[in-house]
């Protein structure tokens, strides 16, 4: 197994691809600490799934765009497994779509807090036991080519994160690698929410994949960059669009 021995901590993972990310990390031997804001139902089948497979995992609801919500979640984690070695900042939305002149500072404010301060926190707590390790950042295609309409806010925080990991490279390295990872048009319920279908199936048309992705899809990625198998891999912004955007 890839991460025996390691525990993991993953935000937003009740559902869609953080659970997929709990799910594949856990298979691969982790310890893996899920948080969740409201999906609890999501977050208690996950663990349930990973220790009927023999893994270890627990579940904690909390509010990551607060101190005291991520350094709850990490002093959990450190007392049940003892360490942290894996943090994947998975938690995060677009909340809603505003053009720039329709939007007030207090939505541009909750974007920002949701998405670039929620994942700062999250570094700060973990960085006491995170001694050597990886860090993998959920960031966007949107942070790429600014989104769709009405998503400039959601667009520039995941470019905030984006810019976050190549610094926190330099700043962690080399003991603790850190990469993000951009998704396209993934079938999760962020895009039930807030894509049409029709744009959604205009991607599958346009895509060279002729397909949208999938959270395991993501998952899969992200195990990769959490394990030695990247190892001379970090600060990167790696595409996962299926052909959609090339940088």
């Keep these: 197994m890839k991460l025996a ?7 937003g993972g009740g559902r869609d691809i953080g659970r997929a990310c709990a799910l594949k990390l856990a298979a691969e031997g982790a310890h893996v600490a899920i948080n969740y804001f409201a999906s609890s139902d999501g977050a208690d089948r996950t663990v349930a799934e990973i220790t009927a497979a ?6 904690l609801q909390g509010d990551l765009q607060t101190e005291a919500g991520a350094e709850a979640l990490v002093a959990r984690t450190v007392a049940e497994f003892g ?24 939505h541009w404010n909750a974007v920002m807090t949701l998405n670039l301060t929620s994942t700062f926190l999250m570094v700060k707590a ?16 949107a942070a790429r080519d600014g989104g769709g309409p009405g998503s400039v806010a959601y667009a520039a925080s995941k470019g905030a994160i984006m810019t976050m990991t190549r610094g926190l490279a330099k700043e962690l390295g080399p003991n603790v690698r850190v990469n993000a990872l951009c998704p396209g048009m993934i079938d999760t319920d962020f895009h039930n929410i807030h894509t049409p279908d029709a744009a959604r199936k205009g991607y599958e048309a346009a895509a060279p994949v002729k397909r949208q992705g999938t959270s395991e899809d993501v998952a899969n990625l992200v195990l990769f960059l959490a394990c030695d198998d990247s190892a001379f891999i970090t600060g990167a912004n790696v595409d996962i669009n299926g052909g959609m955007l090339f940088s």
């Design 5 to 11: 021995g390691k525990t993991a901590i993953v935000t």
């Design 54 to 59: 023999g893994g270890q995992a627990f579940a």
């Design 83 to 106: 360490g942290v070695d894996i943090l994947v900042n998975n938690s995060g939305g677009l909340i809603a779509r505003k053009t720039i002149a329709d939007m007030s500072l207090d």
């Design 126 to 141: 973990c960085l006491p036991h995170l001694k050597s390790g990886t860090i993998v950042n959920l960031a966007s295609q």
